[in-house]
C-alpha cells in the first residue's frame, strides 16, 4: 500500500469542512442535533468524491490487498500488522479526529469516548462502506449505511 498515494486524500478535508461550516452557519439547531446536522454535512460531502472516482478506489483496495498478501503469505508465527498498511489507516483516523473534533466544537458537544476509537470505528464502517458499493453500485444502502452511522456516533456526545 503506497503511503504516499493514499495521504492524498487528505485534499478530501477542505470539501469536507467546507461542508460541515456552512451547515454550522445555516442552522439554528444546537447540541447534539447540531451535531447530527454537521456530521451529516461532512459525510455527504466526502461521499459525492469517493464516487468521482471509483477506479481509484479499486485501486486503493488493491494496493492494501497486495501489501497484506505479502505480509501474511511468509508465516512469520507473529500476528502483527503491515506496517506500511497501519500507517494509512493511522492517517484517515487522524483525519477523522479532525472531523470529529470540528463537528463537536462547532455544535457544542463533547465525545463521551476518546476521539481515536471513535475514529477507527468511523474509518472501518466507511472503509467497508466504500467496498461494499464498488461491489453493487448501490447508493441507497450507502446512504443508509452513513445514516446509521451518523445516529450511532450521536449517541457518543453530550452537550456541552
Not at 116 to 129: F, K, M, N, R
Request: charged fraction near 20%; include cysteine; proline fraction near 4%.
Amino acid at each position: 500500500m503506497s503511503v504516499s498515494r493514499e495521504l492524498t486524500e487528505t485534499s478530501l478535508r477542505p470539501a469536507v469542512c467546507r461542508a460541515i461550516e456552512q451547515a454550522a452557519a445555516n442552522s439554528d439547531a444546537t447540541g447534539v442535533r447540531a451535531l447530527r446536522v454537521l456530521l451529516h454535512a461532512g459525510m455527504s460531502a466526502y461521499w459525492p468524491l469517493v464516487k468521482a472516482a471509483p477506479a481509484r478506489r479499486v485501486d486503493d483496495y488493491e494496493s492494501a490487498v497486495q501489501t497484506l498478501r505479502q505480509r501474511w503469505s511468509s508465516p512469520s508465527g507473529e500476528c502483527v500488522g503491515d506496517p506500511n498498511a497501519a500507517a494509512v489507516f493511522r492517517q484517515m483516523d487522524e483525519e477523522a479526529v479532525a472531523f470529529l473534533e470540528l463537528c463537536a466544537r462547532l455544535s457544542g458537544t463533547e465525545w463521551l469516548e476518546p476521539l481515536d476509537s471513535i475514529a477507527a470505528y468511523i474509518v472501518s464502517v466507511l472503509y467497508g462502506t466504500v467496498l461494499r458499493w464498488l461491489a453493487d453500485g448501490n447508493d441507497e444502502t450507502t446512504l443508509v449505511v452513513i445514516d446509521d452511522l451518523v445516529g450511532c456516533l450521536t449517541l457518543k456526545a453530550v452537550e456541552v
